[in-house]
């Protein structure tokens, strides 16, 4: 069946559409540090945090430039981290292989990191690239980058499991002050083979490190969990956002920063079992993470991490809960059955626009249209 999806996304709505929890930080300890829910309200290294890209020379004389990019971790009082790319940004460029890892300090008002090879001075709205000997060989631009199907609307027969009110679909769902559906929430049925799609937003926590910074899940089937986690410039491991928890990482660690709405768009084919309960076939799954394929049409085993045991039984899918302000929003759901198994384009973007499976800008306030379908 054709249908059409219609988006009109607002990027600074990316950052701040809906109002931030409140308030805005939300809550600290002397283990993890502040915890920020707000973009508008965020410490001083936020503003240097984000992904770069532009290009860079191999010499200063050197008459031809190559592509480059930048994601800037902030780490909290003034450190950061960072993860240079040749060819681009992951899932958008990257020519793969090597991430070059960097490391900083504010200094004044700029945030120094310093490489192997190469010196990069950021000033929050570009970088500069300098040789050791102090040349510049490079400039990078800051770009915020939008997921082609935020917002994507169901099409007609979905599920609609949260659009910003309460249904009967999440058992006792709570929400923040702006309608946003929190974490720690199951649905109400169990369902089989189906297309899930869904909108996140995890918090800003620059001093937590590993599983503790901003962790939540969906468990899919309360079997399969897709992880949520700030994995932002990070090399995209097992526990990892995008990843199978705990048995496949993703193809690209395609985490935005912090506070940035991100989407999954989710195909799960659940295993099949014999008349006497013996499975004759795994399930296969398909992960679109802020519109890039990380993994495809892949083959698990067995459950993932902590969840139930595989089986017939339709078990409910579960919006994790670890303690971490994330929160979302626009959940959808499209049961499939035999003729739409093979239906691969439900997340396909138009034609009409450049192939590229996300979205730059130069600035978090621009408006546009966009338009969905096979």
Sequence with gaps: ?????????????????????????????????????????????????????????????????????????ALGDGKFAGSKYYGGLPGAGWFGGDRFVLDGQLEGDVVVMHGDQYDIEIDGDRALVFTKDGRQAGELIKTYRVSPTMGAS?????????????????????????GLLMAGTETTEGFRDFRLHGEFRIPYKPMALGQARGNSGFYLQSRYEVQVL????????????????????PDFNMCLPPLTWQTYDIDLTSP?????????????????????????????????????????????????????????????????????????TWVKTNEKIPPVPITYFRSPLTSFNMTYGN
């Excluded at 027969?157 to 702006?178: N, R």
Aim: include cysteine; proline fraction near 7%.
């Design 272 to 344: 099949r079992f014999d008349e006497d309960g013996n499975k004759v076939s795994n399930m296969r799954i398909s992960v679109w993470h802020n519109g890039v394929l990380i993994h495809n049409n892949v083959e698990i085993e067995n459950k993932t991490g902590a969840g139930k045991p595989e089986g017939e039984l339709r078990l409910p899918t579960k919006i994790q809960d670890h303690a971490n302000p994330v929160v979302y929003r626009n959940i959808w759901l499209v049961e499939k059955d035999q003729e739409s198994q093979s239906q691969k």
């Design 1 to 73: 069946m054709n249908y059409v999806w219609s988006l009109l996304v607002v990027v600074c709505g990316v950052l701040s559409s809906s109002p931030a929890l409140s308030p805005a930080l939300w809550a600290a300890d002397d283990k993890d540090g502040p915890v920020y829910t707000n973009p508008s309200e965020v410490d001083v290294d936020y503003h240097f945090q984000g992904e770069y890209r532009g290009w860079q020379r191999a010499q200063p004389t050197s008459r031809s430039s190559e592509p480059v990019a930048l994601q800037v971790v």
């Design 230 to 249: 700030d994995s932002f410039g990070l090399e995209g491991i097992e526990n990892e956002c995008g990843a199978l928890y705990r048995t496949r990482r």
């Design 154 to 178: 169901p099409p007609p027969g979905a599920i609609v499991l949260f659009d910003g009110q309460p249904t009967e679909h999440f058992k006792s769902p709570k929400l923040t002050e702006d």
